[in-house]
C-alpha cells in the first residue's frame, strides 16, 4: 500500500491528515524505470486545521505482512492549507463539446474488432467480448444503451495469487481459449508468474437467466502447484459512466445511497458484504437505461471508482465505474439489463432475485410459522431503560468510578404502560425492558438472571409482564450474546471468538467495560441454556417479543478457534439459529441495524432507519424498504427517540409508513409536577486546548430551582457547511457527572470532559 501523511513536522507523530490506499496498480506489476501514477486522490481536510504549510509524507509500506517501509520520503514538499483555496465544488475539469461526446461514444462502440469477437445474446441484450484484450460491451436491447469494461484499459478482470507469504497479480487482458456456443461462453485464463506458468488456471463461464432476465458470470479455478487464487475481480471498474449520460451508482448501504457521476470527485470507495452492506446487490444507470448486479458471496467486496479522464473512448470527463472483487477460488455474480427505469425499477428486479436467495419473507410467510406477527402491525416501541450501571472500567466511566441509576421500577413500566393504554388510548405497543438484567443494562453478559433486584426482581418483573400484556401489548425484553465479560459467572476462553494465533478478539467497551467477542456457534449454545437463559426467561416471564443486541450491527467475523471453526458464512448461518431460536420462544424478534439475511428471522430492524431520519432530505435512497417493506418493520435506534422538535423525524416515520420509538420520561413521569419554563440557563464554558485535536470542555448552567426529575443534555457542535442535519460536526450528549436531582440553585459546573 502506499501511505499519504500531511504532518506539522517531518515526524508521524504529528499527522493531521492520514490517507492510507492501495495503489491504483498493485505493486506486484511495478517495472524497472515505469513512471507509476497513482491518482488524483481526494483528500478531506477537517474544518478546524489551521491554515498553514504542511509537509507531505509519502511511501510503501508492506500492508499484508508486518507492515515495514519500503519507501520513506518527504521528497513531496509542503502544501499549504487556507481557506482562500477552490470550494471542491468549483474544482473538475470543463465538459466536452456535444460532438465530441458523439464522436467517442462511437469510438467506443468500436472498440471490440469484429474479427476478435465473441458475441453471446438473447431477445433483451447482447454481449461482445473481444478475444484477444478481454475487453467487453453489453448491450440493452430495450433502449440502446451501451454497457462496457473499463474504457481506460482494455481488459476483463483480475487476480491475486497466493504461496505462503508471498503474492502476486495477474491482469486478465486476454484468454488463453474462448469457447462460444449457442447459449454459452467459456474463457480460460492460465496466470503466469515471472514470465512462467504458476501451474493455476481459472475458467470463466457466462449463460443466460432469465426473472429477471441477464447473464450469470461464474468463475472457478484448479492449481497444479504452490500459487492458489486468493482474489478474482469479477468486475473491473465496469459499467462506466460519465456526466454526460446522467450516470449514477446506487448503492445499498444500510437503506441506500446514490453517487452521481455529474458530483464525482477523484478516488474510491469500498463496501464489505453485510458489514457496509445490507444487501449483496448494486444499481445503475445512464441515459435512462438500469442495470442490476447480483451476488451471493458473503466474501464479495464493491467498489465504485471515480476520475476525471481525457481519453478518446471516456464519453465525458468526470467518470464513475464498479468493481466486484470475490475473496475465494470459485464466486458467481449475475447481470441483468432492465431497459428503461431507476433505483425503483432495480429494487423491484432484485425482490426476484431475494426470494430465490432465501431472503424475501413477507408477512404473510411469516404468518404461516409464527401468527403473532400481526400483533406487531402499527406498534410503536415504547423501551424504558430501568437500570443502567457503569463500571469503572467502562469507557463511560470519566472518573473511574461506579454509577447506578434508576430509570423505574418493574411496578412503574406497568403503570407506564396502563396510562399509555387508558389515558393515552395508545391501542398497539410493544413494551421492551433493557437493563432488566441482574447488574443493569451492557453488564455481566451472558448471565442475566436473576432480574435486577434493584427495579423489584424476578416477581417485581413477573407481574410487571402480566399487567403490560393485559393492556393488550407485546411484552418484551433486551439482551445480548455477542459481548461476554469477565466478572460474568460463566467466563470462559472455550466460548470466545479467536483468531489464527488463538488470540480472543475483542468486542466492544460499553457500561460493564471491555466485552469479548463470543462465537456465533457458542452464542446459540448459550442462548439454549436450559437453567440460566432463554428457557428459563419463557418460564419466568414468559415474553411475547425477545431483542437480541448487535446481530446485525455487527459485521460478520471468522473464528480460527479449531473447537469451532467458522467462516463469515458460517457466522451468518449461526446468528440466524440464534434469532430462530429468539423467535421459537418468544414469537416475535427484534435486534439492532439490519441486512438483508435478517429478513427471514426478526420481525423489526432497530437502528437501520435512523439512516433516513438522521440525513438530509433526499442523500437517503430507499432500497431496503422498497425491497424489503413487506417482510420486516424498520425502526430508529433507542438513542433516537422521537419527542417534541422532532419534526423532520416524524415526517419521516409517516412517508415510510414506519412506526416510532417514542420518547417519554423517567419512573411515573406525567405524574411528576410540571415546572412552568425550567429555570436552566446554559452560561459560557470553560474550554482548555489539550492539543493533538483535544480539548477538555466544563459546562456551566444557572439553576432557579431545584428539578425533581432526572435528564440527560445533548450538545451539538455545528458548522454552517457541514454536511449533517442541522449542521452538526460532531456532538457530546451526555448524562451530567451529578444528576440533575442533586443540583442546587445557584451556579453548576458538569465536567470537565475531554
Known amino acids: 500500500w502506499l501511505f499519504v501523511h500531511f504532518e506539522t513536522a517531518k515526524d508521524c507523530r504529528h499527522i493531521v491528515i492520514h490517507a492510507d490506499h492501495p495503489p491504483a496498480e498493485p505493486t506486484t506489476i511495478w517495472q524497472p524505470g515505469q513512471t507509476v501514477v497513482d491518482g488524483p486522490r481526494l483528500l478531506t481536510v477537517p474544518a478546524d486545521l489551521p491554515e498553514q504549510e504542511y509537509f507531505l509524507h509519502v511511501g510503501v509500506f508492506d500492508h499484508e505482512g508486518k507492515g515495514g517501509r519500503l519507501l520513506d520520503s518527504y521528497a513531496g514538499g509542503t502544501l499549504r492549507v487556507t481557506r482562500e483555496a477552490r470550494a471542491w465544488e468549483e474544482l473538475g475539469p470543463p465538459r466536452l463539446d456535444p460532438q465530441e461526446v458523439t464522436r467517442r461514444r462511437a469510438a467506443l462502440a468500436a472498440r471490440i474488432p469484429a474479427e476478435s469477437r465473441a458475441t453471446l445474446q438473447t431477445a433483451g441484450w447482447r454481449l461482445d467480448l473481444d478475444r484477444a484484450s478481454g475487453a467487453w460491451a453489453l448491450t440493452d436491447r430495450a433502449t440502446g444503451v451501451l454497457w462496457t469494461s473499463d474504457p481506460a484499459r482494455p481488459r476483463f478482470g483480475e487476480v491475486v495469487l497466493r504461496n505462503g507469504e508471498r503474492s502476486a497479480v495477474w491482469r486478465i487482458d486476454r484468454f488463453d481459449e474462448v469457447r462460444s456456443a449457442s447459449h454459452e461462453l467459456r474463457l480460460v485464463s492460465r496466470p503466469s508468474i515471472g514470465g512462467k506458468p504458476c501451474g493455476t488456471s481459472l475458467m470463466f463461464t457466462i449463460r443466460p437467466v432469465a426473472d429477471p432476465d441477464g447473464f450469470r458470470l461464474a468463475y472457478s479455478t484448479e492449481s497444479h502447484g504452490p500459487w492458489q487464487v486468493a482474489r478474482v475481480r469479477l468486475l473491473d471498474n465496469a459499467f462506466d459512466m460519465t456526466e454526460e449520460e446522467g450516470g449514477r451508482i446506487y448503492v445499498p448501504h444500510r437503506l441506500g445511497i446514490e453517487r452521481l457521476a455529474e458530483k464525482a470527485l477523484p478516488g474510491s470507495e469500498q463496501w464489505r458484504t453485510y458489514d457496509s452492506l445490507s444487501m449483496a446487490m448494486c444499481g445503475v444507470v445512464k441515459s435512462g437505461s438500469a442495470l442490476l448486479v447480483n451476488w451471493e458471496d458473503v466474501d464479495t467486496r464493491l467498489s465504485v471508482h471515480n476520475s476525471w479522464p481525457d481519453l478518446p473512448l471516456v464519453p465525458g470527463r468526470r467518470m464513475t465505474g464498479v468493481s466486484l472483487e470475490i475473496d475465494a477460488p470459485q464466486g458467481v455474480c449475475t447481470i441483468h439489463p432492465l431497459g428503461r427505469g431507476d433505483y425503483v425499477t432495480i429494487a423491484q428486479a432484485y425482490r426476484l432475485l431475494a426470494k430465490a436467495k432465501g431472503w424475501l419473507k413477507t408477512w404473510s410467510d411469516k404468518r404461516k410459522s409464527f401468527p403473532t406477527v400481526d400483533a406487531i402491525f402499527g406498534a410503536s416501541d415504547f423501551k424504558p431503560f430501568v437500570l443502567s450501571r457503569v463500571l469503572p472500567s467502562s469507557v463511560f466511566s470519566r472518573d473511574k468510578k461506579e454509577r447506578v441509576h434508576l430509570g423505574f421500577t418493574f411496578d412503574e413500566v406497568a403503570q407506564c404502560a396502563e396510562h399509555w393504554r387508558r389515558d393515552l388510548g395508545i391501542d398497539r405497543a410493544f413494551v421492551v425492558l433493557a437493563g432488566w438484567i441482574h447488574r443493569g443494562y451492557d453488564v455481566g453478559h451472558p448471565d442475566v438472571l436473576p432480574a435486577a433486584p434493584e427495579c423489584g426482581g424476578n416477581e417485581g418483573l413477573a407481574q410487571a409482564a402480566r399487567r403490560i400484556k393485559a393492556c393488550g401489548y407485546l411484552f418484551g425484553l433486551h439482551d445480548n450474546y455477542q459481548d461476554m465479560y469477565e466478572d460474568a459467572p460463566s467466563w470462559g476462553q472455550a466460548w470466545l471468538n479467536k483468531n489464527a494465533a488463538g488470540v480472543a478478539k475483542k468486542g466492544g467497551n460499553w457500561n460493564g467495560g471491555q466485552a469479548w467477542q463470543v462465537c456465533a456457534v457458542k452464542q446459540v449454545e448459550l442462548a439454549a441454556r436450559p437453567k440460566t437463559n432463554l428457557p428459563e426467561i419463557v418460564r419466568l416471564f414468559s415474553p ?211
Not at 471468522?558 to 473447537?563: K, V
Not at 423517567?666 to 489539550?690: C, D, I, M, N, S
Not at 440527560?712 to 460532531?730: D, L, N, W
Open 544 to 754: 411475547t417479543i425477545y431483542f437480541i443486541d448487535t446481530v446485525f450491527a455487527w459485521g460478520l467475523v471468522t473464528c480460527e478457534d479449531p473447537a469451532h471453526p467458522m467462516t463469515r458464512l458460517d457466522d451468518l448461518k449461526w446468528k440466524s439459529r440464534l434469532c430462530l431460536l429468539a423467535k421459537q420462544h418468544f414469537g416475535l424478534f427484534g435486534s439492532e441495524e439490519g441486512r438483508e439475511w435478517a429478513v427471514p428471522c426478526a420481525d423489526y430492524l432497530e437502528g437501520i432507519f435512523g439512516h433516513q431520519t438522521d440525513s438530509p432530505p433526499g442523500s437517503v435512497i430507499p432500497l431496503f424498504p422498497l425491497v424489503y417493506s413487506d417482510c420486516v418493520q424498520i425502526m430508529t435506534h433507542q438513542g433516537n427517540r422521537i419527542g417534541p422538535g422532532d419534526e423532520k423525524k416524524m415526517a419521516d416515520h409517516i412517508l415510510f409508513a414506519e412506526m416510532s420509538l417514542p420518547r417519554f420520561g423517567g419512573h411515573l413521569y406525567w405524574k411528576q409536577a410540571r415546572e412552568e419554563g425550567v429555570k436552566l440557563t446554559p452560561l459560557v464554558p470553560v474550554v482548555k486546548f489539550l492539543g493533538d485535536r483535544k480539548f477538555a470542555i466544563t459546562y456551566r448552567w444557572k439553576l432557579g430551582q431545584p428539578i425533581a426529575w432526572e435528564g440527560s443534555f445533548f450538545v451539538h457542535f455545528t458548522q454552517p457547511k457541514a454536511k449533517r442535519a442541522e449542521g452538526i460536526v460532531f456532538q457530546h450528549d451526555h448524562t451530567p457527572k451529578v444528576p440533575l436531582s442533586q443540583w442546587r440553585p445557584g451556579i453548576v459546573e458538569d465536567g470537565p470532559y475531554t
